[in-house]
Structure formats: C-alpha cells, structure tokens
C-alpha cells in the first residue's frame, strides 16, 4: 500500500512540476518577450520605442509575477484592462506555488530514495502520459488559433469579457500581438515535450 501511496505521488508531483515549469517560462524568461520586440517590428507597429515597449512590458510582469503596483510606463490603461491582468496574477501565483510544491515533493521524494519504495516505471509513462497532453491542445489549436484564444479565455476567466482590449484605452496590446502568445504556447509544449523525453530516457537506462 505505501509503495502504491508513494508512487501516485511521485507521478503526481512529477506531472505538475512538468507542466508548472514549462508555464513559467516565458512568464519569468523575459528576454524571450524582448526578442519579439525587434523579430515581430513592434516598434513601427505599435508607435512605441524599444525602451517604452520593455518597461511596459516589465511594468506589467513586476505586476503578476512580485506583486509590484500595476504599471504600464506610458502607455494608457483602463480599469477593466487592470481588471484582467488581476485576473491573469491569480493564474500566475497558482503556477508559480504548484511549481514550488511539486519541486519540494520530487525533492523529498529524491532524498527519501533509500528508505522508500516506489514503482521504478513511474517516471517514465509519467512523463510519457504528459506529452500527450500539448500534442493534443497543439493539434487542435493550429486548426484555428483565433477560435482556440477565445476558448482559452473562456474557460480560464469565466463570465468575463474584459480580456477583449481596445487598444485605444489599452495600449499594452498593442505590443502583444497574437503571434507572440502563439509563441508561448510552442515554447511551453517544446518543454514539456524535451523534459518528458529526457525524463523517459533516463528513466529508462535506470531500469537496466
């Protein structure tokens, strides 16, 4: 029984760490938003410099990420904009503390090793259990990216309409064009993927 305990809880943890920390990336890696910047011509498009678009950018994610007050430099921004991006910090901190806890738990669980038992193929249909999961969202995503953004919305900020920005009141939008997020979404499912592989693969010279 423990050794059925342990192992659930292995993959458990396993899972979300997996998927916590590929989430994370491109909120806490900010230099993969400033080479949008120049890749996607922001500027020119947007009439904001470089350094007015980082420090929009850097104010908004000081915002969501340390709990500094909400700032957008000199760009305009309206209640409800504000509103969404409360909305989008509270998705942010539940990332960031289901990364935290299933780090400390494969932590444990890592240090505990000896004393221990688990299932030693645990981790490996773990990891190939979660790369099912992008491929699937991925697959049905590139069929319709605008249709695939809306459902996102509307299952994460239920009721709420406040995510649709003008950008004549909300600037910011207009330097996070849609390819950028559906660049986040190809970086988040290229990590779960790569961490999934190399988790497979070693798991699997272990078992030999």
């Known amino acids: 029984m423990k050794k059925l305990i342990f192992s659930g809880i292995l993959a458990v943890s396993l899972f979300l760490f997996i998927i916590s920390f590929s989430i994370a990336l491109p909120i806490y890696v900010r230099p993969f ?5 120049g890749a996607m011509d922001l500027p020119s498009q947007s009439g904001f410099s470089k350094s007015e678009i980082k420090e929009a950018y850097d104010g908004v994610l000081d915002y969501l990420t340390f709990g500094k007050e909400f ?5 305009a921004h309206s209640a409800e904009g504000k509103a969404h991006f409360a909305d989008c910090k509270a998705l942010f901190t539940l990332d960031t503390v289901v990364l935290i806890a299933s780090s400390l738990c494969l932590a444990v669980l890592f240090a ?7 299932c030693k193929a645990v981790p490996f249909y773990t990891a190939l259990s979660t790369v ?3 491929v699937v969202i991925g697959l049905l995503a590139s069929l319709d990216v605008n249709k695939a953004f809306i459902i996102f ?3 994460f ?3 709420k309409d406040n995510w649709v920005f003008d950008p004549r009141y909300d ?3 207009s330097v996070l064009p849609m390819g950028f997020f559906v660049n986040c979404g190809i970086l988040i499912g290229a990590s779960v993927l790569l961490l999934s592989v190399v ?4 798991n699997k010279k272990g078992l030999r």
């Not at 938003?33 to 910047?37: D, L, M, N, P, R």
């Open 157 to 159: 900020f239920p009721g």
């Open 71 to 75: 700032d957008t430099g000199v760009m």
């Open 112 to 118: 505990l090793r000896k004393r221990i038992k688990v």
């Open 153 to 155: 919305h509307r299952i």
């Open 132 to 134: 099912v999961l992008p």
């Open 33 to 37: 938003y400033y080479a949008h910047i």
């Open 171 to 173: 600037e910011i939008i």
């Open 199 to 202: 988790i497979m693969v070693l």
